[in-house]
């Protein structure tokens, strides 16, 4: 039975986009979207690194601020200068920006020369990023479909998290030992 045109009834208009491409957007993101999380990783490790490097730093100048070690300028201030890479280069693989990823192919590469950390983490870094799925999430087109669907995210699994907060947790206390004498008469450790 066909239906029959109802000239008084209120006009249908398709407002946006059709059905079949929105679905078709958010198929390609819930392809990609544990290789996202994979690239927001690598994001988070660069964020590490910068305040691994600055709170060493900030022991080391605070520990021997009268050795020779630190009067070696280029030494004190190549460390320092990795802080502010590694959070930019942190912050932005983390929003995912298509700009970065040369720089993090380049920091990844030259993360392999710091033997032993660096060796193992740097060839997993460069394989993230640079594989068929690193360089389409690392897109301007992939940009776009996540701007365009914004209600899909990864779901991090529990034990990651409590993983990472027992991390957080453990380089805080490490940090707070080395720097507070204050801390480590209150803890009485032998060591």
Same mark, same amino acid.
């Given at each position: 039975?066909?239906?029959?045109?109802?000239?008084?009834?209120?006009?249908?208009?398709?407002?946006?986009?059709?059905?079949?491409?929105f679905?078709? @957007?958010?198929?390609?993101?819930?392809e990609?979207?544990?290789?996202? /999380? #994979? &690239?927001?990783?690598?994001?988070?490790? $660069?964020?590490?690194?910068?305040?691994?490097v600055?709170?060493?730093?900030?022991?080391?100048?605070?520990?021997?601020?009268?050795?020779?070690l630190?009067?070696?300028?280029?030494?004190?201030?190549?460390?320092?200068?990795?802080?502010?890479?590694?959070?930019?280069?942190?912050?932005?693989?983390?929003? @995912?920006?298509?700009?970065i990823?040369?720089?993090?192919?380049?920091? /990844? #590469? &030259?993360?392999?020369?710091?033997?032993? $950390?660096?060796?193992?983490?740097?060839?997993?870094?460069?394989?993230?990023?640079?594989?068929?799925?690193?360089?389409?999430?690392?897109?301007?087109?992939?940009t776009?479909?996540?701007y365009?669907?914004?209600?899909?995210?990864?779901?991090?699994?529990?034990?990651?998290?409590?993983?990472?907060?027992?991390?957080?947790?453990?380089?805080?206390?490490?940090?707070?030992?080395?720097?507070?004498?204050?801390?480590?008469?209150?803890?009485?450790?032998?060591?």
């Amino acid at each position: 039975m066909q239906q029959q045109f109802n000239p008084y009834s209120a006009p249908t208009i398709a407002i946006g986009r059709s059905a079949g491409e929105f679905s078709e @957007l958010e198929s390609v993101r819930l392809e990609n979207l544990s290789h996202e /999380a #994979a &690239l927001k990783a690598v994001g988070s490790l $660069f964020l590490i690194i910068a305040a691994l490097v600055s709170s060493l730093m900030t022991i080391v100048t605070s520990k021997f601020l009268n050795e020779d070690l630190l009067k070696n300028d280029p030494f004190v201030l190549s460390y320092w200068v990795l802080v502010p890479i590694s959070l930019y280069i942190g912050i932005k693989m983390r929003r @995912l920006d298509h700009s970065i990823r040369n720089t993090v192919v380049i920091a /990844a #590469a &030259l993360m392999m020369f710091a033997f032993p $950390f660096g060796t193992i983490v740097g060839p997993g870094v460069l394989y993230v990023v640079c594989c068929q799925k690193g360089k389409f999430i690392l897109s301007q087109r992939y940009t776009n479909i996540r701007y365009r669907t914004p209600g899909i995210h990864y779901e991090t699994k529990l034990f990651t998290k409590i993983f990472a907060i027992a991390i957080s947790v453990s380089v805080s206390v490490f940090v707070v030992y080395y720097v507070s004498p204050l801390f480590r008469e209150f803890l009485n450790l032998p060591f």
